[in-house]
């Protein structure tokens, strides 16, 4: 049984519309749970998160942080210790598809921090397609539709890399090379880069992070275990190739040793092996002079 679709936007606390860097609407918006019996449970506030500058920030493409605040809805108590997941999927005419989430974090006051790494801006006209944010609670939906625009500034927010031949997913017109996925998770040091790493799931549905232990399906849903992950990161693509950490064991990586150049724009090259298989800008094998086997990062060290 479908309830009647029950959306509220409340104007919260003052400056509900920012306008944030990009001159864009930011808004806090409250969507309630969507359930099917008897009546939802829950009320679910999207709060963006700021910029450094304490702005609050759009959702853009690349690491795109905000809370949840989820309250009791017959009550207005808040409602910490749930189990609660998100999952974008943009809805495209060729394509649909979801993008990569890191793990929630339950604040234990009614409040939750959310990090979605989104693959594509929303589009605008007939091109381009938009998102749609999921919040389940339990047998519970929330839904957001939050717009995102394109990563600002010179830094490089997401670049990719493909599996070869033997590195396969599914997709409703047959199969394609697995694509991965290296976000920036983090302004970068004057010696240090951060990055989130994720790949394509079949039909693009789920983007697992990418570590040792991980587990990816084949293109015939076959589930395997990523026995071995190396990112390493370089300044100088025909040398000094630094080896990356995993310091917890998931998705978030960092490489250190770096020397690079804070307040300016400094150029980093990432390499990475899944399996002992390199991955390639183009999906070929990684070719003799070596320039399909690394993504090419833009920095800025802050001063
Ligand atoms: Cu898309």
């Known amino acids: 049984m479908v309830l009647q679709k029950i959306k509220t936007y409340l104007m919260l606390s003052a400056g509900i519309v920012l306008l944030a ?3 864009t609407e930011t808004k806090t918006e409250t969507v309630y749970v969507q359930a099917s019996s008897p009546a ?3 009320l679910v506030e999207y709060i963006p998160g700021t910029t450094m500058g304490g702005m609050m920030a759009d959702a853009t493409t690349g ?3 905000f809370k949840l605040r989820v309250r009791n809805r017959s009550t207005f108590a808040a409602a910490p210790g749930l189990s609660l997941s998100v ?3 943009m809805h495209m005419s060729s394509k649909s598809h979801s993008s990569p989430v890191d ?3 339950d ?3 009614g409040t939750y921090d959310c990090t979605v790494y989104y693959l594509m801006a929303s589009g605008t006209g007939t091109m381009g397609g938009y998102w749609e944010l999921q919040v389940n609670i339990g047998s519970e939906t929330a ?3 939050p717009s995102v625009g394109m990563g600002m500034g010179t830094d490089t927010v997401r670049a990719a890399l493909k599996g070869q031949n033997d590195d396969l997913i599914s997709l409703t017109t047959g199969t394609a090379m697995r694509s991965y996925y290296l976000f920036s998770d983090g302004a970068a040091s004057a010696t240090q880069i951060n990055l989130f790493l994720a790949a394509q799931g079949n039909m693009m549905t789920s983007y697992p992070a990418i570590f040792t232990g991980a587990t990816l399906t084949n293109e015939q849903n076959t589930p395997f275990t990523v026995s071995s992950a190396l990112v390493e990161a370089t300044t100088n693509p025909l040398s000094s190739w630094l080896t990356g950490t995993n310091p917890a064991g998931d998705g ?3 490489v250190s040793g770096l020397t690079l150049t804070s307040a300016v724009t400094n150029t980093v090259y990432v390499r990475m092996t899944v399996n002992s298989k390199v991955k390639t800008t183009d999906g070929l094998v990684s070719n003799a002079s070596l320039t399909n086997t690394y993504a090419t990062f833009i920095v800025t060290p802050a001063p």
Request: hydrophobic fraction near 30%.
């Open 103 to 105: 793990a929630v974090t």
């Open 107 to 109: 604040n234990a006051d």
């Open 40 to 42: 939802s449970t829950y």
């Open 87 to 89: 999952y974008p999927f």
């Open 252 to 254: 978030h990586w960092i």
């Open 63 to 65: 690491k795109t942080t």
């Open 143 to 145: 839904t957001f539709y």
């Open 21 to 23: 860097g990009c001159g």
